[in-house]
């Protein structure tokens, strides 16, 4: 049995991990692609919330918020004047993943090229520890588990109680008989585009005082996420969050043990899974 | 008088004349940069034709590096840790490679579409993870050297391929990418080439039709594997340094881009355009004193080549658009306005 640090770090990486990986569950059932700059959003909004809080001092559950929504705004405007336009039908689906991998050299450089290589800190947003006993755990820690529950709480009650959710799950199902019913697809995939961003940002704002911040701390979450979302299943919410915990856990737990496998045993999970059972854990059957 | 049709003749003579100034080039220049560069883009061209062609089966690889890299590995430990003669390892690094790659697609193509996608992305990422923890083959990151080819005497000339003397090499990629594109452009225009597209274009027609799906991915994709082995295994003795990092997930997200640019309506003429053009304009970019711009340069030409040409063609398909408005020729096709008429 591995230490309790290791279990939480593990809680942790999996808090992060699922909610990236909602936003491209979101994504995925509404666009049907896959938005490889995800982890660009992410490190975007590390950077939003770095400067706020040092440049404008402004408290950090607030810069949370602002680099959700500017992030969030950005997503949208990929969504409108990439996406949508690559998604048409007469492209492949190929163009869009090609698009999308561009982007991430594009985000990158504007990055590196605005605020420097230089690994950045956040250390002292929520200093202190929380002593449990045998072992204690940061509060920034604890604030990364509780921002997660939050955020699956409220996905859950918008997505199942809300207007707004009853036609993201509609369009999801089917889309034109979705778009049939007055529901305009087109919108509903800028909102989900928008929603997906705005959770991979706070995500990695909300990560940026654990770890460095620099221009290349998304890709690693991106892959993860994507992976949870693979093991999970694509389009399952459910799965998501099976996916990340599973991914989360081993990880930390197999580097604890052995450091160079965990991310050889994560690959060969992933391709286990996948050539036994392709539509992941909680996916529908591929027609 | 035999009927001589110019409308056909002249982009040929013209293709014919830029083949000769490539093979003549080094009369004009033997700057090490200029004729690097191109031989980089040679080598980028073959894994690209590969790709492109598995492409062809609607399929589409995320882990076209990991061939490269394990071109280059079978062949720099045949040669330092086996003491193989250079040529008979060259050959034998892409038969290993394609006989990995025959194994991995009877494996994994029976899941098509993006679940092929993604486990070929994690098994890039596991030959990339091998190669670097597996120090008692691969020397980890330290990497190999691979020894330089030896001398070929020829007719009387010394084909000599030492360090610092790149036309021998600028040579062996002009052969290398010429047999690759005799190949490519021969399955492209036979029988099989044409079995390729109908699976890519309507799956369960194809299907109907009585072709073996399996059969004709796994051909695909061993083809494919074979000849990217041979441009990695080229790459590796070119730069005399094999590390891990240099075939990994990033550069198989760089050959996907180079032939979505280049275009993926011709095997040959897309990737030879896609790679150059690319290759070129990022390392010219990274020259210049502004720090990171290549990134951001790259990431919006590549953007900008999918938005504006139409229809999601690459950049070889301006090529006969060219020619047409030259000989005032009606376009070929018009693009039908009824295919905007996406689901509001």
Redesign the interface.
């Known amino acids: 049995m591995p230490p309790a640090e290791i279990l939480i770090d593990g809680l942790v990486q999996s808090c992060i991990y699922i909610t990236m990986a909602f936003g491209m569950v979101l994504v995925f059932s509404i666009l049907g692609i896959?938005n490889w700059t995800h982890g660009q959003f992410y490190m975007l909004g590390a950077f939003v919330v770095y400067y706020s809080i040092t440049a404008a001092g402004i408290p950090f559950p607030l810069s949370l918020l602002i680099s959700g929504i500017i992030i969030g705004a950005l997503g949208m405007l990929v969504e409108r004047f990439?996406i949508e336009?690559?998604n048409?039908?007469?492209?492949?689906?190929?163009?869009v993943?090609?698009?999308t991998?561009?982007?991430?050299?594009?985000?990158?450089?504007?990055a590196?090229?605005a605020f420097g290589?230089m690994d950045k800190g956040l250390a002292t947003v929520l200093p202190g520890v929380l002593n449990l006993g045998s072992f204690s755990v940061s509060y920034q820690k604890i604030a990364v588990i509780i921002f997660t529950l939050v955020v699956m709480i409220i996905m859950y009650v918008v997505l199942n109680r809300t207007k707004v959710g009853l036609a993201i799950r509609a369009a999801a199902q089917e889309?034109?008989a979705a778009?049939l019913y007055g529901i305009?697809?087109?919108r509903v995939s800028l909102l989900v585009m928008g929603i997906g961003c705005a959770l991979a940002a706070m995500a990695g704002a909300i990560m940026a005082p654990v770890y460095t911040i620099n221009p290349f701390m998304g890709r690693i979450p991106m892959?993860f996420s994507?992976?949870a979302i693979?093991i999970g299943g694509?389009g399952s919410l459910t799965g998501a969050i099976v996916g990340g915990i599973i991914l989360g856990f081993l990880n930390s737990v197999i580097a604890y043990y052995v450091s160079?496998l965990s991310?050889?045993v994560l690959?060969?999970l992933?391709?286990i899974i996948?050539?036994v059972r392709?539509q992941g854990l909680f996916g529908a059957p591929?027609k | 008088m035999p009927y001589f049709d110019y409308k056909t003749w002249i982009p040929r003579i013209v293709i014919g004349v830029l083949i000769a100034i490539f093979v003549i080039l080094p009369v004009f220049t033997t700057s090490v940069i200029t004729l690097s560069i191109f031989i980089s883009s040679g080598i980028w061209t073959i894994a690209v034709m590969g790709f492109t062609l598995v492409l062809r089966t609607g399929q589409f690889s995320m882990g076209q590096a990991a061939f490269m890299a394990l071109g280059a590995y079978a062949s720099a430990i045949l040669t330092v840790n086996l003491g193989m003669p250079f040529w008979p390892s060259f050959l034998l690094s892409g038969i290993i490679s394609g006989i990995i790659a025959l194994i991995i697609g009877l494996i994994v193509l029976r899941v098509g579409g993006i679940y092929f996608s993604i486990i070929t992305l994690a098994f890039g990422e596991l030959v990339r993870i091998f190669a670097q923890e597996a120090e008692g083959i691969t020397r980890g990151v330290r990497g190999i050297i691979p020894p330089t080819p030896p001398t070929i005497s020829l007719l009387g000339f010394d084909i000599n391929f030492a360090a610092g003397n790149p036309v021998p090499y600028y040579y062996f990629m002009i052969i290398l990418v010429a047999i690759t594109a005799i190949i490519f452009w021969r399955i492209e225009h036979s029988r099989i080439g044409g079995t390729f597209a109908s699976l890519a274009l309507n799956q369960t027609l194809a299907e109907h039709q009585g072709i073996h799906l399996m059969k004709y991915r796994v051909i695909a994709f061993t083809i494919a594997g074979v000849f990217t082995g041979f441009a990695g295994a080229f790459y590796a003795n070119f730069l005399s340094i094999i590390t891990p990092f240099m075939f990994g997930l990033w550069q198989s997200i760089q050959i996907m881009m180079m032939s979505v640019v280049g275009g993926i309506s011709s095997i040959v003429g897309g990737a030879l355009i896609g790679a150059t053009i690319l290759y070129t304009l990022g390392i010219y970019l990274s020259r210049l004193p502004i720090y990171n711009i290549q990134y951001v340069v790259f990431g919006t030409v590549v953007v900008l080549v999918l938005l504006f040409l139409p229809k999601g063609t690459g950049l070889v398909d301006l090529w006969g658009k060219f020619w047409r408005k030259v000989f005032r020729e009606p376009d070929e096709y018009e693009i039908p306005e009824e295919s905007e008429m996406a689901v509001e």
């Open positions: 896959l990439v336009r690559l048409a039908p007469g492209y492949g689906m190929m163009y993943s090609v698009a991998l561009a982007l991430i050299f594009f985000f990158e450089g504007a590196g090229m290589l889309s034109v778009s305009s697809v087109k892959i994507l992976l693979i694509l160079y991310e050889f690959f060969m992933v391709i996948l050539l392709p591929i």
